[in-house]
């Protein structure tokens, strides 16, 4: 490295984060992805979510095959007969979205609760670990179910469904590191120092609890995709005539013993690349951003 | 003399010669919910019951009835009907039945503690009486022609143990005997039902000497486990993937119209109907009142396309509510043509050139392909100007909506896919309870979610349930039913085709009433 | 320790009502289970018999206050499906599922904690990056799909294993289970291998960030600076401190297992409780529901009460804290 150039710490941070070749990749493979999916419906030769656009007997092509309407399926047709082009690329942006917001605010959430618990203690810790007992018994299934039943279907309801499901875990990881934490000497020292609670928590608590955060954060989001896939599995996903990349693998499930790989296989090989390349690039994150691991 | 005894022998050594297994596995697709045979009414349980019970009258494949633990049944008057009970016939405790079995099976039937679903549906209106040991007289308050078909669905059990018996004591087996061709062996919930041939047994006896039934509800691991040789026959073999099991030559497979129905209710009641909006979302009177919209709609669907792309081919295309064959049906009724230009012109003709939103409403997980199926409609009334938006939802949510989510209980939704099938295995089911004036006095349009009303209808239909005569009674049911289908009270899509697959060397006998049942399993 | 015990059992008693008050209200409002039950050629008078008969005709805080009368008596309520007591039935369909839990825990166990150690203590080792890329696949695929696979693998196409179905059981100590016969085993690996495959992800990538932070630790390099063995410094020095995250997490993921196996056992046709409370709950038995989730609160709690004297066995600068502490 040039000795001579200044180094900033978004310069640092980048050069250290190029030092694994497997991270360019995925962040060169995620943010394609994501352009190609903000792009989708100038990109796309059908707008899956127009039912005047989709038609039943275009349903199931193979990949290559000349539509009934007129271009050609690249990669075949769903069932429905959506271009699976098409429809992945607008899936992903579902997916992404979902995803993401579900797992940041469910980390959001959880997080804040888990510090408040842990340093707190007492009734507040009391109520909020019994609170979270709860939420971890309660089935994503019957939340889903509940939320279709009063409000209908819809991204925002998965959402809140997803987040329901998963802010619990949040809450009592961080709540087990931040008790570790707490009753080191340095914390002890802030107290002594009397600074102030926001500041001891946000500043010397929470870095400390970063690491296994970070580890189910990715692992988390990955696994919000997954389980709004479940759910359009069991039926009380997102609405099936705007599906996501999940209820494109629900869909095509039943196909798979009929030969007709191809309508679960590339929405299913589209959400692997993405979430794959999500961990790959939070794997790196991860590694740069913990100071301990500095050598 | 010693040539047809080497000839018998012969014979037996051929059929004896393929060592194969007496034994058979079934995947079930749904289990039963009790081996008590009068616990619920449900497809599952009465054709789990058929193996161990045998009833008075069996319906066959074909839901025609034939003598059962009756050998004749006559109407001696209007009231009164004549059953001749079949005599020798023994349970499988040993112990002779009789009529008193009947009696005390018909006051047993609609009473059990806790039944989610009676049979009180058919043993309501009748009274048995014992006249010697082997004739029961049932009667009715009025002329009753429907007498044997709704006594052909009651399951008889023994007044030695099992009149008296509670629901969990058939589950554990200790009272589940009866006359049926197998015997009960155990029962683990969600696990397997086993049961053991019945070498006393009355009629034509069983191949098989045991039967195990294991409930797969996942429909390609069902046919996983039949192409990985873990089960012998699978009931509902999934639309998707009767092509491919077609070709494979492992597994053969057998195809059979159901008793039902799958078809469009629309709302014919409200004035403003909740999920009928303008274009661009403005209240409008509600379209579907008018005949010539509820025509377009059904000129709309391409029933074609829904049958070879949708059901894969397996299916029927539906004109009215009941296939060909079944009693009561109209020989005059086609399904409607597809015709979207027509359709359009219709629509203009209405006063709706521009079209009108509209929201289909259905289950996904109560009808085969039923999401889809909504999905396709949506398309193809999109296609001639009615905005559709398509909504699916679980059957657990959707019923109770779809019947009474309403103000004051009435139905919630404008336009709603459902399906029908006719235990009965004629057409006074459907048309007593979808067509027929809503009105829970009378018991009548029970299931009519459109709330159709037409009091010439309700006049012709109340004649045809009170006439004993058979010919004169099919020709007003199909009378009837023209008389239904002209005015669009409903819109019929297609009949369910049920299809079963078993290993190669087996072959199922298709039922229409989707009953899976291990005498219908022959070997080739 | 007692008291804190104690108290913690108080509380968990107060969980498992809020829970039953939740649940009860909450299948309540998804839909009217008379309509999952009655057959559709039922008339109105039947209906409304059935009704009555469910006790479905009182106002829901009658049928609750009913409830609880029951609840303190120990009857949870016949399932409206099969008639039978809602916690007799569950019971039925437990040993299945803890079988398939405690299986598949293991296989999280011995593949991920190895796997996980050697990833974070040669994390530049190609093996370790195939390592952590595969331990992605493991969570990115919903498992029906990753379950429909294996069938099609290992069952209809390789033949080895059987596709779905619990296999023979004998008894051995007193307990009835299918782990003690070969049968049963073969049935069983499948299912549990499906349900592991997010568990082995999440043990793998837990314990790899868990080595890869001590190992910069200073007690870690004291202790290789007093010439302690390798061998040593890993098993009882770093597994130590690495252990806490993990014995949380998994603990949590055995109630998991536990709880809410319903994909798994629908695909794999395991006739366990995940089973059970999908189809009572896609059918409205709202007795099972209640009754099922009320059990398997009283599961996590329980679990977050060992897991936390774990930790102070495992750390013993955490102290079992609770009110007033």
């Known amino acids: 490295m040039n000795a001579a150039k200044v180094e900033t710490p978004l310069g640092r941070f980048w050069s250290e984060f190029c030092e694994s070749r497997i991270a360019i990749v995925a962040l060169i493979v995620l943010a394609l992805i994501v352009i190609l999916a903000l792009l989708a419906p100038w990109i796309t030769p059908q707008n899956p979510y127009d039912l005047a656009q989709v038609d039943v007997l275009d349903g199931k092509l193979p990949p290559g095959s000349e539509a009934y309407v007129g271009y050609t399926m690249w990669l075949g047709s769903d069932g429905a007969g959506r271009d699976l082009y098409s429809a992945i690329l607008y899936g992903i942006r579902i997916s992404l979205t979902v995803g993401l917001a579900a797992g940041f605010i469910a980390l959001a959430i959880g997080t804040a609760i888990g510090l408040v618990a842990a340093y707190a203690g007492g009734r507040v810790d009391t109520l909020i670990m019994r609170a979270v007992d709860i939420q971890l018994s309660f089935p994503a299934v019957l939340i889903a179910l509940v939320l279709v039943a009063i409000l209908g279907r819809g991204i925002d309801k998965i959402i809140i469904a997803l987040v329901f499901a998963q802010w619990a875990y949040y809450a009592r990881t961080v709540r087990a590191t931040a008790l570790v934490e707490s009753a080191k000497e340095y914390i002890e020292a802030a107290r002594c120092l009397a600074l102030s609670h926001t500041r001891i928590i946000f500043r010397h608590v929470l870095p400390n609890c970063l690491a296994p955060l970070i580890v189910i954060g990715t692992v988390q989001t990955a696994s919000a995709i997954a389980l709004e896939s479940t759910l359009s599995f069991l039926g009380v996903g997102l609405r099936q005539t705007e599906p996501s990349l999940g209820v494109l693998i629900s869909n095509g499930f039943e196909y798979m013993l009929s030969g007709r790989y191809w309508i679960s296989f590339f929405p299913g090989l589209a959400l692997l690349l993405t979430i794959v390349s999500i961990n790959l690039v939070g794997d790196q994150l991860r590694d740069v951003l913990n100071p301990r691991l500095k050598r | ?524 | ?325």
């Open chain 2, 1 to 524: 003399m010693k040539n047809t005894a080497i000839g018998a022998l012969l014979a037996s050594a051929m059929l004896a010669s393929p060592v194969l297994s007496e034994e058979l596995t079934i995947g079930l697709a749904s289990e039963p919910t009790a081996m008590d045979p009068h616990f619920h009414n449900l497809g599952p349980n009465n054709a789990m019951a058929r193996h161990i019970f045998d009833r008075l009258i069996l319906q066959n494949e074909l839901q025609q009835l034939e003598p059962g633990l009756a050998v004749s049944w006559t109407p001696i008057d209007d009231l009164t009907w004549e059953f001749k009970l079949r005599e020798g016939v023994k349970f499988h405790d040993g112990s002779d039945f009789t009529a008193d079995d009947v009696v005390c099976t018909w006051e047993r039937a609609p009473n059990v503690p806790n039944s989610p679903s009676s049979f009180a549906t058919y043993t309501k209106g009748k009274s048995v009486e014992k006249i010697d040991e082997y004739t029961v007289h049932f009667k009715t308050e009025a002329p009753y022609p429907l007498m044997a078909n709704d006594v052909s669905t009651v399951t008889i059990v023994s007044d030695q143990g099992g009149c008296q018996g509670t629901t969990a004591e058939y589950n554990d087996g200790t009272i589940a005997v009866g006359t049926g061709p197998f015997k009960f062996v155990s029962y683990t919930p969600g696990d397997s039902i086993v049961v053991e041939r019945n070498d006393d047994y009355w009629g034509e006896k069983p191949v098989w000497s045991k039967v195990t039934f294991k409930p797969i509800s996942s429909g390609p691991a069902r046919v996983a486990a039949l192409l990985a040789g873990d089960v012998d026959v699978i009931a509902s073999v999934p639309t998707t993937d009767v092509t491919t099991l077609e070709k494979n030559e492992d597994v053969s497979l057998s195809q059979g119209v159901s008793n039902r129905v799958i078809y469009l209710h629309l709302d014919h009641d409200r004035a403003d109907s909740p999920f009928v909006k303008a274009n661009g979302g403005g209240d409008i009177d509600n379209p579907l009142q008018k005949l010539e919209v509820r025509k377009a709609i059904s000129m709309a669907i391409n029933r074609d396309a829904i049958v070879d792309r949708v059901m894969e081919g397996v299916a029927i295309k539906a004109g009215q509510l009941l296939p060909d064959g079944f009693f009561g049906v109209s020989d005059k009724l086609e399904p409607m043509a597809y015709d979207p230009d027509g359709a359009k012109a219709l629509l203009a003709e209405a006063g709706y050139a521009d079209g009108f939103e509209l929201t289909i409403h259905g289950p996904n997980d109560r009808y085969i392909n039923d999401a889809k199926i909504a999905e396709a409609i949506g398309q193809m009334l999109t296609r001639i100007g009615i905005k559709t938006t398509v909504e699916t939802m679980p059957r657990s949510v959707y019923f109770g909506r779809a019947s009474r989510g309403g103000p004051n209980d009435t139905p919630e939704f404008s336009f709603i896919l459902v399906g029908w099938g006719a235990g009965s295995g004629e057409a006074s089911s459907p048309l007593k309870s979808l067509i027929a004036t809503h009105s829970p006095d009378k018991g009548w349009g029970s299931s009519n979610r459109g709330r159709y009303s037409n009091a010439d209808f309700d006049a012709l239909l109340e004649t045809a349930l009170s006439t004993v005569d058979d010919a004169k009674r099919q020709d007003l049911l199909a009378e009837a039913t023209e008389m239904a289908i002209d005015d669009v009270a409903i819109i019929p899509t297609h009949y369910q085709v049920s299809t079963w697959g078993t290993r190669k060397g087996l072959k199922y006998v298709a039922r229409t009433d989707e009953y899976t049942l291990a005498i219908g399993v022959e070997k080739e």
């Open chain 3, 1 to 325: 320790m007692t008291a804190f015990i104690i108290r913690r059992l108080m509380q968990a008693i107060l969980v498992v009502f809020l829970m039953s008050l939740i649940v009860f209200f909450g299948v309540n409002v998804i839909g009217d289970p008379v309509d999952m039950l009655i057959s559709p050629e039922a008339d109105q008078a039947e209906i409304e018999r059935t009704i009555r008969a469910l006790g479905l005709d009182r106002p829901i805080t009658e049928q609750y206050w009913y409830f609880l009368k029951g609840v303190a008596t120990g009857d949870f309520g016949k399932s409206f499906i099969f008639g039978e007591p809602a916690l007799q039935l569950i019971l039925q369909h437990m040993p299945a599922t803890v079988e398939l839990a405690l299986v598949s825990l293991l296989m999280a166990i011995l593949l991920g904690i190895p796997l996980g150690l050697y990833a974070g203590l040669y994390p530049d080792a190609r093996i370790s990056k195939g390592i952590m890329a595969g331990s992605i696949l493991g969570f990115s695929l919903p498992s029906f799909w990753v379950g429909l696979m294996l069938i099609m693998l290992f069952a209809v196409i390789l033949g080895w294993l059987p596709s779905t179905g619990r296999g023979d059981t004998a008894v051995f100590l007193g307990i009835e289970s299918s782990l003690w016969t070969r049968d049963g085993l073969s049935h069983l690996f499948l299912p549990a291998f499906n349900l592991a495959l997010t568990n082995i992800s999440l043990v793998i990538r837990l314990t790899r960030a868990g080595v890869r932070e001590t190992m910069h630790q200073d007690y870690i390099k004291f202790a290789r600076a007093k010439g302690l063995p390798e061998r040593r410094v890993i098993s009882v020095h770093l597994m130590k401190n690495i252990l806490i995250p993990i014995v949380t997490v998994l603990g949590l993921e055995f109630g998991g297992l536990l709880a809410f196996s319903v994909v798994t056992e629908s695909i794999f046709a395991w006739p366990g409780m995940g089973k059970l409370l999908i189809d009572s709950l896609l059918q409205l038995d709202r007795p099972v529901v209640v009754a099922y989730l009320m059990i398997i609160v009283l599961f996590f709690v329980i679990i977050n009460l060992l897991v936390d004297i774990l930790y102070s066995v495992l750390d013993p600068r955490v102290r079992l804290r609770d009110q007033n502490t």
